[in-house]
């Protein structure tokens, strides 16, 4: 990342901040790691409170940025924790709903400013629904400014009381790192390791849980046993329903193969056809970005910002429809010409998205518009 000048003018200390995390999933946890390397290098002091787990994770420390251990729940000793690391912060940078939540006890009769990121929808129904919507509502209330990385995200902090709502500038994390080595060489090689010399691969990534959509995929997989050759759906990820999901595969004999958590995802869509992503809600999906930087055609479900995100670079199907999934994927595996067109789509949709120094920069205008000139020491 390129450094730019330091936040604090000549002569007064520099601004001191707190980020906030919970466990972080891996969109926002690879986010605050992005936007504490890039503050640091801009002269900004950064402390993040996160438990130990996310720290060995993402690396927080190895930006330059002080790391104190806050565990993720919400009980007395951790608020009371997280209230002495802001004791001394000009400003408090909160990710997500339930880090949100303990910012707002933690600097409960302070006058600090707070800054929120809701980078996901809460998902839960019923009691724990209705917990979280209360939570909603008082993060988004005690907030100073409220960011949501999509669209109605933002819609639904304004909805929830927020006085200040606005779309965050979220550029990828880890566009700096290099496209796997020689890709055409490493190809073949990955398809032959994954089963599917001489037959199209389209990979799925992200953890086995319901909201993924996986049940919905290995529906539409069962139209694709009549194509010839058969294509091989591969998932990345782990999570509680991967006994259900290879349960399915097995009686139904589908052409889908679970594979873990993987550290090699460039590699895996270098060598892919189709990506395929069929959650019921995403933000900025990362996998969605990844396969248009890597040039993979993408089929999608047209929920939350992804069509904002993706624009007419991808192939948007309604979630859960099975059917349509299945139909998008066989004609698309029949029509070099679009996949080629989706290719090019993807390279200049990809070009307008934010990158991580202008996420920062936008991060910073928030907190320069949030703190007063501070004396000199």
């Given at each position: 990342?390129?450094?730019?000048?330091?936040?604090?003018?000549?002569?007064?200390?520099?601004?001191?901040?707190?980020?906030?995390?919970?466990?972080g999933?891996?969109?926002?946890?690879?986010?605050?790691?992005?936007?504490?390397?890039?503050l640091?290098?801009?002269?900004?002091?950064?402390?993040?409170?996160?438990?130990?787990?996310?720290?060995?994770?993402?690396?927080?420390?190895?930006?330059?940025?002080?790391?104190?251990?806050?565990?993720?729940?919400?009980?007395?000793?951790?608020?009371?924790?997280?209230?002495?690391?802001?004791?001394?912060?000009?400003?408090?940078?909160?990710?997500?709903?339930?880090?949100?939540?303990?910012?707002?006890l933690?600097?409960?009769?302070r006058?600090?400013?707070?800054?929120?990121?809701?980078?996901?929808?809460?998902?839960?129904?019923?009691?724990?629904?209705?917990?979280?919507?209360?939570?909603?509502?008082?993060?988004?209330?005690?907030?100073?400014?409220?960011?949501?990385?999509?669209?109605?995200?933002?819609?639904?902090?304004?909805?929830?009381g927020?006085?200040?709502?606005?779309?965050?500038?979220?550029?990828?994390?880890?566009?700096?790192?290099?496209?796997?080595?020689?890709?055409?060489?490493?190809?073949?090689?990955?398809?032959?390791?994954?089963?599917?010399?001489?037959?199209?691969?389209?990979?799925?990534?992200?953890?086995?849980?319901?909201?993924?959509?996986?049940?919905?995929?290995?529906?539409?997989?069962?139209?694709?046993?009549?194509?010839?050759?058969?294509?091989?759906?591969?998932?990345?990820?782990?999570?509680?329903?991967?006994?259900?999901?290879?349960?399915?595969?097995?009686?139904?004999?589908?052409?889908?193969?679970?594979?873990?958590?993987?550290?090699?995802?460039?590699?895996?869509?270098?060598?892919?056809?189709?990506?395929?992503?069929?959650?019921?809600?995403?933000?900025?999906?990362?996998?969605?970005?990844?396969?248009?930087?890597?040039?993979?055609?993408?089929?999608?479900?047209?929920?939350?910002?992804?069509?904002d995100?993706?624009?007419?670079?991808?192939e948007?199907?309604?979630?859960g429809?099975?059917?349509?999934?299945?139909?998008?994927?066989?004609r698309?595996?029949?029509?070099?010409?679009?996949?080629?067109?989706?290719?090019?789509r993807?390279?200049?949709?990809?070009?307008?998205?934010?990158?991580?120094?202008?996420?920062?920069?936008?991060?910073?205008?928030?907190?320069?518009?949030?703190?007063?000139?501070?004396?000199?020491?």
């Open positions: 990342m390129t450094p730019l000048s330091s936040n604090a003018p000549h002569g007064q200390p520099p601004l001191r901040t707190v980020q906030v995390l919970g466990g999933n891996a969109g926002s946890g690879a986010h605050v790691r992005s936007l504490a390397e890039g640091v290098a801009r002269g900004v002091r950064v402390t993040v409170c996160a438990p130990f787990e996310a720290d060995r994770a993402y690396g927080f420390t190895g930006t330059g940025a002080a790391h104190v251990h806050v565990p993720r729940s919400s009980d007395p000793a951790s608020v009371a924790a997280l209230r002495a690391a802001c004791a001394d912060a000009d400003l408090v940078h909160a990710h997500g709903l339930h880090a949100s939540f303990r910012a707002a933690a600097l409960g009769g006058s600090t400013p707070l800054v929120v990121t809701w980078h996901n929808r809460a998902r839960a129904e019923g009691a724990r629904g209705h917990l979280l919507r209360l939570l909603e509502r008082r993060v988004a209330k005690t907030a100073a400014v409220v960011l949501g990385t999509s669209s109605d995200l933002v819609d639904q902090a304004r909805r929830s927020a006085r200040d709502a606005r779309l965050a500038a979220v550029g990828l994390p880890g566009q700096r790192r290099p496209a796997p080595e020689d890709p055409d060489r490493l190809r073949p090689k990955t398809r032959a390791e994954l089963g599917t010399t001489g037959r199209p691969l389209l990979i799925a990534v992200g953890s086995l849980e319901r909201h993924r959509g996986y049940g919905v995929l290995l529906d539409a997989a069962r139209a694709w046993r009549d194509l010839d050759p058969v294509p091989l759906v591969v998932v990345a990820g782990e999570g509680p329903l991967r006994a259900e999901l290879q349960r399915r595969i097995e009686d139904e004999r589908l052409p889908v193969r679970l594979i873990g958590r993987r550290e090699d995802v460039p590699e895996l869509l270098a060598a892919a056809d189709l990506a395929l992503l069929t959650s019921d809600w995403e933000s900025r999906s990362v996998l969605a970005q990844e396969a248009l930087h890597a040039q993979v055609p993408l089929v999608a479900t047209r929920v939350g910002g992804i069509p995100l993706v624009g007419d670079a991808a948007l199907v309604p979630y429809d099975a059917d349509a999934l299945a139909a998008t994927v066989v698309l595996l029949a029509d070099p010409a679009r996949r080629e067109l989706l290719r090019e993807g390279v200049g949709q990809a070009a307008g998205w934010p990158t991580e120094d202008e996420t920062v920069a936008q991060v910073l205008s928030v907190y320069d518009e949030l703190t007063q000139p501070r004396p000199l020491a």
